[in-house]
Each structure stands twice: as C-alpha cells, then as structure tokens.
C-alpha cells in the first residue's frame, strides 16, 4: 500500500507522564536532579512515569473507519490526541495526511463570551477555514446545529445540548479528510444521535477517514471497518470489528487472573492474518420497567430524506395499534400496522412497495416487501391512490427506532418514490427483559439446573 492512500499512520507511539507524590517535589525535579549533574553525582528522580501508550502502531487507509475499544484508562483518549495534536508523543512518530476534524471534549473550543455565529467562525479559522469557506458552510451548521435564534446569543447562556449540537456541526459540516470522534455520540437525545450517524455516515461515502470511540458495541460493528482493542495502553488486537468487540467482552468479564492471559492471546493472534475466533459472551439486561402503547408528538425525526418524486408520491407513515389507534410507543411483542399511503403521478407496470426499520445509528434491522420477491404488482394508472399495511410483531428490544420506505418498479425510472426516516418510534422497556442485542428472539425464559 502507497503512503497516498494511508491517512494515518502511527509506528511505536509511546506518552508518558511524570506523576509526582507531592506538589513539593515537581519543583524539586526542576532544580536538584541538574545541580547533581552539575557536580558530578547521580541525578535523583522525585516522579514516577506513567506510560498512558506503550508501542501502540497501526494505519488508517483513506475512506476507512477504524473504532477504537478499551477499557477505561486503556489510552483511547490519549491516542487520539496525540492524533489531533493536542499532546505530543513521548516516543515513536505519526503521520496524518488532509484536514483534521475532531470531536473530544464538544464544545470545549468555544469562547462562552462570543455568540454561537462568532464561535462557527473561531473554530472554522482554527480549521484552516477562510472567511469565504465559512461563509459558505454557516447555513449548514446552523441548519444542523437546529439551536434556532440561539446561534446569536453568547455560548455562556446555552444549554449543554444546544453546545453540543453546535460542536458536532461545526466540525461535522466542514468536510474534513478525517474525523475523530470521542464518544461524543454518547450524549443527546436519539433523534440527534440519528442526525450525527446520519452525518457520519454520509461523511464515509465521500471518502472521510474515521477514528470512532465509544464503548456502545453495536455501533462499533455497525459502523467500522477495522477496530482496535488497547488495554493498559498496549495495542492487543486489530481485526474485524465483531472480532475484536468480542475479545473486549471477554477481557472485562474476566476475572482479575485471567486478564494476562488473554492479554498475551490476542496479541499472539494480533500478529496472524487469520481471523480469531471468539464466542460472544453473555450481557446484561435492560432496566425493568412498562409502558402501553402510547402516541408520543414530539417523536419525530430530524433525519428525514425525501428522494425525488418520478411517478408516484407517498404522502404519510403511520403506525396503528389493533384498535387503529395512531401510535409511536409501541410495547414489546404486540402486533402494530405500519401504513403507507400515496399515489401514483403517471401510468407504471412492474410495481413494488418496501418499509424498513432502523437503528439510531442506521443499521437497517427489518423490513417487509411486496409482493414476495419474484412477483410485482402489474400496472397502476396516473391518479390512483395506495395504501398498504405491513403487519409487525414487536419483537424489538427497548430503544428508538426509525422507520422508511418507498415505492419502486422494475423499469426506469426504478425508483418511483421514497422516503428515509419518515417517522421514529420508541418499543418501551418490558417488565423482564431477558435478551441483549436489537431482536428478542427467545423461545421462552430460561431454565437453570445446578446439580
């Protein structure tokens, strides 16, 4: 592989901090240890080192999204600011090619006394932005940051979601060439995390390398190509994301004396080109809790894409409960009806319809179709209208949920109509849950023998 196509390269990176006992002593350790070597005496040393990193080498290729995995205190923040440039290395080198977009600490560039406006600009300079380029992208950032007539006050009077909103789109909107991310996605409600997966996930087509941390391992699968696991700041395994998010599981379900040894494992198969193979470890359950079916008006999403009109139209997505109640918080293992409605704009032949539902990082879990696949509905005239149901067993497990569709035809144009995000719902938390994952696909509650 040609250094053009790395975007980071990191070859034997090591920090290291000087902790000292007592406050006292780091002004020792500026003067003593250099009257020693002064005189001739052996230097005394009043710190002890702390090597947040350790040897840590990998690269990132051009348009690849590399997620980061560790325990905390494994260095993951640390890396990822030596990265940035916001601390330097003790040891080793790195190489970062194009514009660096960082999302650590949200929000912590502002100035709390500049407007929102005033702060896009600061931090689009510092970027490496001018004026005209800024000028250019501010409709955008104000237009996803969505903090309305805040964007003039001082930063000092937001809310921390309204900074966070503006530090995600500042950074996100500028088009870097990579984009690292600190489990800033952790924070907001799940309409804006769809809108922040939506954005990165748009930010990956165009080519964007990606450095992504978070602790949520469904999105780490989801979301990379490779991932990187680091413990006690030491590199241990870069492999397939499902690979390595497994190895993490099992390194911090461990017990305390089998840590080493799985350390010493997966960096053995670190060095081998062949896939390891781990078992998926048990998890935890969701809180308890019930909720009925309910309608919810503020659960809508912000996310929504509506694709061109070319014969057909869908005007609503609704979600109805067997008593056709209109509904968006749906309880775990009831059956809904999501309906869809249109029309057709022009006469058509080889017609079909498709809904999916997704999650709030944008991985698409279910859908229905039809008809089957194979068959398709024969000819529609211009003017008439539709409406088709699919019918669901809530087997989701509690979380939010979005829900698209659209209608298509095997024939130019294929795509008659479609509509991403159209409407989000919530499957509220059950009394017991048993399952972990997205789908509870469980017979019955477990049996425990113990002889």
Not at 27 to 55: D, M, T
Not at 78 to 99: F, K
Not at 154 to 166: D, E, I, Q, T
Request: hydrophobic letters at 40%; aromatic letters at 10%.
């Amino acid at each position: 592989m040609s250094s053009s196509d790395i975007a980071i390269q990191v070859n034997n990176l090591s920090k290291c901090y000087h902790v000292y006992k007592r406050p006292q002593d780091r002004l020792k350790q500026s003067v003593i240890p250099r009257l020693q070597q002064i005189v001739g005496r052996p230097a005394n040393r009043y710190f002890r080192e702390f090597w947040a990193l350790r040897n840590v080498s990998f690269e990132v290729r051009k348009g690849e999204t590399v997620g980061l995995i560790g325990r905390n205190g494994s260095g993951k923040s640390t890396l990822l600011q030596l990265i940035c440039g916001t601390l330097s290395p003790t040891i080793g080198t790195l190489m970062t090619q194009g514009r660096i977009a960082a999302l650590l600490e949200l929000g912590s560039g502002f100035n709390p006394q500049f407007s929102g406006r005033e702060n896009v600009y600061l931090n689009g300079a510092i970027l490496g932005l001018t004026k005209a380029e800024i000028d250019a992208r501010f409709d955008a950032i104000a237009g996803f940051a969505d903090i309305g007539d805040f964007i003039e006050q001082p930063v000092k009077v937001y809310s921390s979601g309204m900074v966070v909103r503006l530090a995600f789109a500042v950074q996100a909107m500028i088009d870097p060439d990579i984009l690292v991310v600190d489990e800033a996605l952790a924070v907001g409600d799940e309409k804006f995390q769809r809108k922040c997966f939506a954005r990165i996930q748009d930010l990956k087509n165009k080519g964007t390398s990606i450095l992504f941390v978070s602790h949520n391992a469904p999105q780490i699968v989801e979301l990379c190509d490779r991932a990187l696991l680091l413990e006690q700041g030491e590199r241990l395994l870069l492999k397939q994301p499902l690979q390595v998010v497994r190895a993490y599981h099992k390194l911090i379900y461990a017990p305390m004396d089998e840590r080493k040894k799985l350390a010493q494992e997966y960096k053995t198969a670190d060095q081998s080109d062949e896939d390891v193979l781990i078992p998926e470890p048990e998890g935890l359950t969701s809180p308890n809790g019930n909720t009925s079916a309910s309608f919810d008006p503020g659960l809508t999403p912000k996310t929504t894409e509506i694709y061109p009109i070319q014969g057909a139209e869908i005007l609503s997505f609704k979600i109805f409960d067997n008593d056709r109640r209109p509904v968006n918080i749906l309880q775990p293992g009831g059956i809904y009806q999501f309906e869809v409605s249109g029309r057709f704009l022009a006469d058509g032949e080889g017609i079909y319809f498709a809904i999916h539902i997704r999650t709030v990082s944008g991985i698409m879990i279910t859908g229905q179709r039809y008809p089957e696949v194979g068959n398709l509905v024969g000819h529609v005239q211009a003017g008439e209208s539709f409406r088709i149901k699919y019918e669901f067993n809530m087997n989701l497990l509690p979380g939010a949920y979005f829900v698209g569709g659209g209608v298509w035809s095997n024939q130019e144009p294929t795509c008659l109509h479609r509509v991403m995000d159209a409407l989000m719902f919530r499957v509220s938390p059950n009394q017991k849950v048993l399952s972990f994952g997205y789908v509870d696909a469980s017979a019955r509650e477990p049996v425990l023998e113990i002889f």
